[in-house]
Nanobody, 125 residues
Framework: QVRLVESGGGLVQAGGSLRLSCAVS????????MGWFRQAPGKERESVAA????????YYADVVKGRFTISRDNAKNTVDLQMNSLQPEDTAIYYC??????????????????WGQGTQVTVSS
């Protein structure tokens, strides 16, 4: 059974930082592309960042480029999202997900099959 568990969310002031972590079990994460997504109230789920199976290629949404960094530790079967210079518009539930086997860093929700339960990130102004 594949399970993803996110951690690290919370409340932070604008300009602050948070580091999200996603622990994967039941699947060798190093063989799969991984992604971070977010969903704000009343909005569709959107891609934030993605990383290919080897960790050599990444994707970032324009709104987070230069502020967020995705990384993976294949030995620990985890994927992290370092978020700096957070703004109120970053407030959302953040989800990690597993993508394609030996896949590239792609932002398309439909290409991800297993999802975590999400972790709330709230940025106050």
């Amino acid at each position: 059974q594949v399970r993803l568990v996110e951690s690290g969310g919370g409340l932070v002031q604008a300009g602050g930082s948070l580091r999200l972590s996603c622990a994967v079990s039941g699947r060798t994460a190093s063989m799969y592309a991984m992604g971070w997504f977010r969903q704000a109230p009343g909005k569709e789920r959107e891609s934030v960042a993605a990383i290919n199976w080897s960790g050599r290629n990444t994707y970032y949404a324009d709104v987070v480029k230069g502020r967020f960094t995705i990384s993976r530790d294949n030995a620990k079967n985890t994927v992290d999202l370092q978020m700096n210079s957070l703004q109120p518009e970053d407030t959302a539930i953040y989800y990690c997900a597993t993508g394609r086997l030996y896949g590239s860093s792609r932002p398309f929700v439909d290409e991800y099959d297993y999802w975590g339960q999400g972790t709330q990130v709230t940025v106050s102004s």
